[in-house]
């Protein structure tokens, strides 16, 4: 045979012979990748289902903070409105009609309210000097008296107390010499935002001065 033949025939039977040594070499290393996927696999699932776990403990962490979040809040708002509550409680004052000097208010040929500027006592803030009315911050029962008086002779003297536009009961009094007073007391139901004060009695007078004959006192026997 030809040399010239024989050199295919031998490179021929060298790349079968290479081909199939490297089959074999890459085997273990195809085998040892495929395992190394698989792990891989297995692991990222695990991760998956750790971090499905650890959201699920997150939200109920963040549930269980929102609902503590919330009671905190309504605890606090509970002890507000009790803080306000013992504060209302504390509800009464006591003005007298003048402010300042002596005189007289009156007489007047119709109703007239009458405003009691010097303020000795206004626990809860209640009373308005400026107006002489007094206004329920919370509903209960509270008590109101008035004294009023004037000099004999000239013109009687009379005061009846108002509830909103009501009229409840009057203190009144005339004699022909001498000072003359009178007075009153009356117990009442009020909502929250009544309005009480006392009104000068048509063709009446009241008389006050520094020793505070005149006065205007109330205050919160009980909330409702």
Request: glycine fraction near 8%; aromatic fraction near 10%; charge should be neutral.
């Amino acid at each position: 045979m030809k040399i010239s033949a024989i050199v295919p025939l031998l490179l021929l039977a060298c790349s079968v012979s290479t081909s199939a040594e490297t089959t074999e070499v890459q085997q273990p290393y195809l085998q040892d990748i495929r395992a190394l996927l698989k792990e891989m696999t297995a692991s990222l699932a695990q991760q998956k289902v750790e971090m499905r776990f650890l959201q699920r403990m997150n939200q109920e962490h963040a549930a269980k903070l929102k609902q503590h979040t919330a009671e905190v809040k309504r605890q606090k708002t509970e002890i507000d409105n009790l803080n306000k509550q013992l504060q209302v409680k504390q509800v009464a004052f006591s003005a007298s009609l003048l402010g300042s000097g002596h005189g007289e208010t009156g007489p007047f040929h119709r109703f007239t309210s009458l405003v009691f500027e010097y303020v000795l006592t206004d626990i809860g803030k209640a009373y308005n000097k400026h107006t002489g009315v007094f206004t329920a911050p919370v509903k209960g029962a509270y008590h109101f008296e008035w004294y009023i008086g004037t000099h004999g002779g000239k013109a009687a003297t009379g005061a009846v107390l108002v509830k909103n536009s009501e009229h409840t009961f009057i203190a009144f009094e005339h004699q022909s010499s001498h000072y003359a007073s009178s007075s009153n007391g009356v117990t009442l139901l009020l909502e929250v935002g009544d309005d009480v004060f006392l009104r000068l009695w048509p063709g009446t007078r009241v008389f006050d001065n520094g020793n505070h004959h005149s006065t205007f006192s109330g205050h919160l026997l009980f909330t409702m």
